[in-house]
């Protein structure tokens, strides 16, 4: 004979323990909160990469920006070497107005200025005959490179009507040389030159900026073709 089954209103039998089924979104009893130590180290290393390629751009940008910085300078000095040097090529055998000499001097230079007359370019498809001098001034606390230019006519006795332009605030320095030949034909730089002839050629450098910005330019100008 088959024995009766228990239920729950029988006290001789034993209730089932009802099984806990998971719920999405909480954590199980077996686990842990927070982050391990692995995850901890590769988002350190992540965030040092990340830095490190910040810190480097930061000085290539730097470096790139001195670099253009360094170029702007020498070719502002470059352009006025070029100018300097147009003016130079020019030169004319012809006497400077009021020399303050007895004899009539074709060129007057120092090794801080020149004076002389030329036929320079004072526009696109413009040349006129100038007298024309570059010299270091004081301007506003500073010394910078000037041009004075006069136009230079024929039966005229005086320096009237000329005209200054300022080459570049940050030029600071200019020396010229000159050149002529010695009884064997050798070449021979001086410092000064007064003189009814033109000297053979003539070399320069212009200084731009100061300390570590500093830009130089120099030329060399054939003076006798």
Not at 78 to 101: F, I, M, T, Y
Request: neutral net charge.
């Amino acid at each position: 004979m088959s024995r009766p089954m228990a239920t729950i209103d029988d006290p001789g039998s034993v209730p089932s323990t009802p099984t806990a089924l998971p719920v999405p979104g909480l954590p199980s009893s077996g686990s842990q909160c927070g982050y391990t130590l692995i995850e901890v180290l590769v988002v350190l290393a992540i965030a040092s990469i990340m830095a490190a390629m910040m810190i480097g751009g930061v000085r290539q940008f730097q470096s790139l920006s001195q670099l253009g910085q360094r170029v702007a300078s020498q070719s502002v000095a470059e352009a006025v070497a070029d100018r300097v040097a147009d003016d130079l090529a020019g030169s004319l055998e012809l006497p400077l107005l009021a020399s303050g000499s007895g004899e009539q001097v074709s060129f007057m230079g120092s090794p801080y200025e020149v004076r002389f007359n030329a036929v320079v370019r004072t526009g696109f498809l413009t040349q006129k005959l100038q007298e024309v001098a570059y010299r270091m001034e004081k301007l506003a606390d500073q010394q910078t490179l000037v041009r004075i230019s006069l136009p230079r006519r024929l039966g005229q006795a005086e320096r009237t009507g000329a005209e200054k332009l300022v080459m570049h605030p940050d030029v600071t320095a200019i020396a010229f040389g000159y050149m002529t030949r010695d009884a064997l034909g050798g070449a021979v730089w001086l410092d000064h030159w007064n003189e009814t002839r033109l000297p053979v050629a003539i070399r320069f450098q212009i200084d731009l900026g100061t300390g570590r910005k500093q830009s130089r330019a120099s030329r060399t100008v054939n003076i006798l073709r």
